[in-house]
């Protein structure tokens, strides 16, 4: 379990922002208790948005995730991961595409595909195993969806819903890209400038927008 304690370049859990976030959030309990505590930090206190992806190497590291009031799922996931080992619990970030059936028309525009690849999701290690922790939609953008907002309990795994509150299709997970200890950047960077040339081409970058006043309507 040691390199999932560990600080590295993009989980900077040594940094001191990251450890007071992690002290004022967690709470006291047992590593369970604290490990939800993180979880709904990261969900409700980051906004998702699509719309903040800028792939510069320094925006994925814990410590600048922070910084922002908004950000996608990736950097999010990485910001968990790190909270938690700055708890003394391990973590690790796991990858899947995913196949989102309820994106917006501006943003499936931009991508050219609703196939959204290595959506990025935390993995802890509670009670003597691993548990999935997707703290990436906030509970605003949820209701604002129509989406059900994912919980965690820190027993089960916490993953994307199939369905919406209305019955239709949301997400449908396609492809695990396994899990990792560190960030993979450099794969990451490459796959999203394969799979989304319009939006993240050279010299590209995603555009600008509030993903959930789009959304909203």
Same mark, same amino acid.
């Given at each position: 379990?040691?390199?999932?304690?560990?600080?590295?370049?993009?989980?900077?859990?040594?940094?001191?922002?990251?450890?007071?976030?992690?002290?004022?959030?967690?709470?006291?309990?047992?590593?369970?208790?604290?490990?939800?505590?993180?979880?709904?930090?990261?969900?409700?206190?980051?906004?998702?948005?699509?719309?903040?992806? /800028?792939?510069?190497?320094?925006? !994925?590291?814990?410590?600048?995730? =922070? /910084?922002?009031?908004?950000?996608?799922?990736?950097?999010?996931?990485? &910001? &968990?991961?790190?909270?938690? /080992?700055?708890?003394?619990?391990?973590?690790?970030?796991? !990858?899947?595409?995913?196949?989102?059936?309820?994106?917006?028309?501006? &943003? &499936?525009?931009?991508?050219?595909?609703? =196939?959204?690849?290595?959506?990025?999701?935390?993995? =802890?290690?509670?009670?003597?195993?691993?548990?999935?922790?997707?703290?990436? !939609?906030?509970?605003?953008?949820?209701?604002?969806?129509?989406?059900?907002?994912?919980?965690?309990?820190? /027993?089960?795994?916490?993953?994307?819903?199939?369905?919406?509150?209305?019955?239709?299709?949301?997400?449908?997970?396609?492809?695990?890209?396994?899990?990792?200890?560190?960030?993979?950047?450099?794969?990451?960077?490459?796959?999203?400038?394969?799979?989304?040339?319009?939006? =993240?081409?050279?010299?590209?970058?995603?555009?600008?927008?509030?993903?959930?006043?789009?959304?909203?309507?």
């Amino acid at each position: 379990m040691e390199q999932y304690l560990k600080p590295t370049r993009y989980l900077d859990c040594d940094e001191p922002a990251v450890r007071d976030y992690a002290a004022r959030h967690a709470g006291g309990g047992v590593p369970r208790e604290q490990a939800v505590r993180l979880y709904y930090a990261v969900r409700d206190g980051i906004r998702y948005d699509p719309y903040s992806m /800028r792939f510069e190497p320094d925006n !994925f590291r814990a410590s600048a995730v =922070l /910084r922002r009031e908004r950000d996608f799922c990736i950097p999010k996931a990485v &910001l &968990l991961a790190a909270l938690a /080992r700055a708890r003394g619990i391990p973590a690790r970030l796991g !990858f899947a595409d995913v196949r989102n059936h309820l994106a917006t028309p501006r &943003l &499936l525009q931009a991508m050219g595909t609703d =196939l959204f690849i290595y959506h990025g999701y935390t993995e =802890l290690h509670l009670e003597g195993k691993w548990v999935k922790a997707t703290p990436a !939609f906030n509970l605003g953008l949820c209701e604002k969806a129509g989406v059900k907002p994912l919980e965690f309990d820190g /027993r089960s795994d916490s993953v994307f819903h199939q369905y919406d509150r209305s019955g239709r299709r949301h997400m449908e997970y396609v492809r695990d890209h396994g899990s990792y200890a560190d960030l993979p950047y450099a794969e990451i960077l490459a796959a999203m400038r394969e799979a989304y040339p319009a939006m =993240l081409g050279e010299g590209k970058a995603a555009p600008d927008g509030d993903f959930e006043a789009e959304i909203a309507g």
